[in-house]
């Protein structure tokens, strides 16, 4: 059964306030039936060196993404991975990690290719936790498997691909990369080993919205107002645009996506995870500097 | 002058040639662990680049903020061959990962000479079986790494 949404008034004003929890509403439902924290960092030592008592890890790389293709995992594994930890198909999940969210985000976003319904982001992450002097543990908790259904993923509703971007061209793009990176500039460093691909710049169209644009300084979103000043006033977005968001490799742009959709209210947001290292390195697609 | 081919086939140092034995020798869970104590080992910067980042060179391939920078002692007879390498990182405590990788680095390089830093293989970083346990991607970081400190110590030997 669902954990109840936090009624944090700070939420309220967001389009989706029941994908946020506070760092003061997880303290308070720690350890509650129905509740499975899983932390999900860009590090994958993170977890090990602390992480919130009770949480699991699930680590973007090697539990979400498919070793062999490079592709997510399938309904299978994708079962494997939750069933381990304890996470049923009703489970109330709060994903927490490093860097403003930025893989708890992915992680979240790769759920929702799976349909998993109860999926929350703790707003501020594993920093802000620890900036309030709340308790970690290095203690790995034991869980129960249960079963968890072999669900198909849906990739058809926010994950864009390759050939459905070439055809969204002259629609609203959002690239969430560095400035070195959008201009094409951090490609060329004499000497130093690249980043891997062959070319820089951006999507053609594509407007420059750095990511961690949509947080705070303490790592928490910034409040609606401020959001649609960036992404409504000066980009000039509208809620119903279609809109398709990308970064390198698919996970800056997954907070994109979150701020977006869950926070701000937009119908139609796809995530391009093949992103700058597919397309930099494709053949004959068009590219802008 | 050996090609790339004959170089990615040299031998590791000893030392890390122990390193890469450590981790080859335990499963893929405890290889982790064995990061992590790296991570945990990794020596403080020294007082004299502490507040000075100008002085150091950002790894911008690793995806945390990573700092190195090479020093090498003055040779007894004055022969480059002689000259020892010291390397110095600074990374947070929050990157773990990219620490675990500077503390191989430094345990396994540091007190070397120029040529022995040199003769490193590039693809020493592929021989702890690290892939399996932090994916292959990530380990590009400590590619990076190992470049630019090569790149360092041919650049301050040859000067």
């Known amino acids: 059964m669902a954990l109840p949404i936090d009624d944090n008034p700070q939420f309220k004003e967001y389009a989706h306030p029941e994908r946020l929890v506070s760092t003061q509403w997880l303290a308070d439902h720690l350890g509650q039936d129905g509740l499975v924290v899983v932390e999900s960092d860009e590090d994958v030592l993170l977890y090990d060196t602390g992480h919130i008592p009770g949480s699991v890890k699930v680590d973007w790389h090697n539990d979400l993404n498919d070793p062999l293709t490079r592709d997510y995992v399938d309904g299978a594994r994708f079962a494997e991975?939750?069933?381990?930890?304890?996470?049923?198909?009703?489970?109330?999940?709060?994903?927490?990690?490093?860097?403003?969210?930025?893989?708890?985000?992915?992680?979240?976003?790769?759920?929702?290719?799976?349909?998993?319904?109860?999926?929350?982001?703790?707003?501020?992450?594993?920093?802000?936790?620890?900036?309030?002097?709340?308790?970690?543990?290095r203690d790995v908790p034991t869980a129960t498997p249960v079963g968890y259904p072999v669900i198909e993923r849906d990739d058809s509703v926010i994950r864009a691909f390759r050939d459905q971007v070439l055809a969204h061209l002259g629609?609203?793009?959002?690239?969430?990369?560095?400035?070195?990176?959008?201009?094409?500039?951090?490609?060329?460093?004499?000497?130093?080993?690249?980043?891997?691909?062959?070319?820089?710049?951006?999507?053609?169209?594509?407007?420059?919205?750095?990511?961690?644009?949509?947080?705070?300084?303490?790592?928490?979103?910034?409040?609606?107002?401020?959001?649609?000043?960036?992404?409504?006033?000066?980009?000039?977005?509208?809620?119903?645009?279609?809109?398709?968001?990308?970064?390198?490799?698919?996970?800056?742009?997954?907070?994109?996506?979150?701020?977006?959709?869950?926070?701000?209210?937009?119908?139609?947001?796809?995530?391009?995870?093949?992103?700058?290292?597919?397309?930099?390195?494709?053949?004959?697609?068009?590219?802008?500097? | 002058m050996s090609t790339d081919t004959d170089t990615d086939r040299a031998a590791l140092p000893t030392a890390l040639a122990e390193i890469a034995e450590d981790f080859s020798s335990v499963p893929v869970r405890d290889r982790l662990e064995l990061l992590l104590e790296f991570s945990d080992g990794l020596p403080d910067l020294p007082e004299r680049y502490v507040g000075h980042p100008e002085k150091l060179e950002q790894v911008d391939e690793c995806q945390s903020?990573?700092?190195?920078?090479?020093?090498?002692?003055?040779?007894?007879?004055?022969?480059?061959?002689?000259?020892?390498?010291?390397?110095?990182?600074?990374?947070?405590?929050?990157?773990?990962?990219?620490?675990?990788?500077?503390?191989?680095l430094h345990e396994g390089l540091d007190g070397l000479t120029v040529p022995e830093v040199l003769a490193v293989p590039d693809d020493a970083p592929y021989r702890f079986g690290l892939a399996e346990a932090v994916s292959p991607l990530r380990l590009r970081g400590m590619v990076a790494m190992l470049s630019r400190i090569k790149r360092q110590v041919r650049l301050k030997s040859a000067a």
């Not at chain 1, 000497?191 to 820089?200: K, L, S």
């Open chain 1, 81 to 137: 991975v939750l069933g381990q930890r304890g996470i049923g198909r009703d489970t109330t999940v709060v994903i927490y990690g490093d860097k403003n969210n930025w893989w708890a985000a992915y992680a979240l976003w790769v759920f929702s290719l799976f349909g998993h319904e109860d999926v929350r982001l703790l707003d501020g992450g594993r920093a802000k936790w620890i900036a309030e002097g709340r308790e970690l543990t």
């Open chain 1, 171 to 289: 629609q609203p793009l959002v690239d969430v990369r560095s400035p070195g990176e959008y201009s094409g500039e951090l490609l060329h460093m004499p000497d130093y080993p690249q980043e891997g691909a062959v070319r820089g710049g951006h999507i053609p169209g594509a407007k420059s919205v750095p990511w961690a644009r949509a947080a705070a300084e303490d790592g928490t979103f910034k409040n609606r107002a401020d959001l649609e000043a960036i992404y409504l006033e000066e980009q000039g977005l509208k809620p119903t645009d279609d809109v398709v968001a990308y970064c390198r490799i698919g996970e800056r742009s997954s907070h994109t996506w979150f701020v977006l959709t869950h926070l701000l209210g937009f119908e139609k947001v796809r995530n391009y995870d093949g992103s700058w290292t597919e397309w930099g390195n494709a053949v004959r697609v068009p590219v802008e500097k």
């Open chain 2, 65 to 104: 903020p990573l700092f190195l920078v090479v020093e090498l002692d003055e040779a007894a007879d004055g022969s480059v061959g002689d000259r020892r390498v010291h390397l110095f990182f600074q990374a947070p405590a929050e990157a773990p990962t990219t620490r675990g990788f500077a503390g191989i």
